[in-house]
């Protein structure tokens, strides 16, 4: 199976959420915005503190598949760890502008 090739931001985003809140939050333009169980967090504080409130759960992320539609990266994900209802597939929709994350959205 030939490797996944990812935009690079979603790369940088897929190895600053091992790293930490502040790490994840660099990845978004200053406007960016996060929407994830029906909750919306928008700029890098919100986004920051969206990330720090998950490091309780330990999880791993593996992309299986990328695709852009309409100008949106789409990345299914097997997500598995120690979260409620874990072991997962969901799928990342991406937003970019200028090399950074405008937007991204999490469906299951």
């Known amino acids: 199976m030939p ?5 690079e931001p979603v790369a940088a ?3 600053a959420d ?3 809140p502040d790490e ?3 990845c978004f333009t200053p406007q960016g915005v996060v929407r994830d169980m029906g909750l919306t967090y928008v700029g890098r504080e919100a986004i920051r503190a ?3 409130a998950s490091t309780s759960y330990a ?3 593996v992309p299986f598949s990328v695709e852009l ?3 949106v990266h789409l990345v299914s994900c097997h997500v598995a760890g120690s979260f409620p209802g874990s072991h997962v597939d969901l799928t990342m929709r991406f937003r970019l502008e200028r090399g950074l994350i405008a937007s991204l959205e999490f469906t299951v």
């Open 50 to 52: 969206w990330k720090a």
């Open 24 to 26: 994840v939050a660099r």
């Open 69 to 71: 539609i309409d100008g």
């Open 3 to 7: 490797a996944l090739t990812l935009p």
């Open 18 to 20: 091992t790293h930490g």
């Open 59 to 61: 999880y791993v992320v």
């Open 13 to 15: 985003y897929l190895a």
